[in-house]
Nanobody, 120 residues
Framework: QVQLVESGGGSVQAGGSLRLSCAASGSIRRINAMGWYRQAPGKQRELVAGITRGGSASYADSVKGRFTISSDSAKITKYLQMNSLKPEDTGVHVC??????????????WGNGTLVTVSS
């Protein structure tokens, strides 16, 4: 019923920038919250940034001041602007959405991820 498509990943040198996008589609009545998780080699998956429907954003300590999460006016697409990238930002970034469908079922959905590689 709900599909998430991520884009914007790539390979950059330290100090560069990338913008990730997560587009939601399907039988969506309302998106309640959206977040980006990072799975890095040899490390546990962690929440990088999240945003609520009301626009309240939160960030992991390691990315504060460098990353900005936002959504479009319809709150269907989520963006993560990543600046001043560091090698430790490397990993598969996965979009997560908490959504209420047209039949009023609230569920958590995951995308397939987009790879971010930062070289020193």
């Amino acid at each position: 019923q709900v599909q998430l498509v991520e884009s914007g990943g790539g390979s950059v040198q330290a100090g560069g920038s990338l913008r990730l996008s997560c587009a939601a589609s399907g039988s969506i009545r309302r998106i309640n919250a959206m977040g980006w998780y990072r799975q890095a080699p040899g490390k546990q998956r962690e929440l990088v940034a999240g945003i609520t429907r009301g626009g309240s954003a939160s960030y992991a300590d390691s990315v504060k001041g460098r990353f900005t999460i936002s959504s479009d006016s319809a709150k269907i697409t989520k963006y993560l602007q990543m600046n001043s990238l560091k090698p430790e930002d490397t990993g598969v970034h996965v979009c997560n959405v908490d959504a209420t469908t047209v039949d009023y079922s609230t569920k958590n959905y995951w995308g397939n991820g987009t790879l971010v590689t930062v070289s020193s």
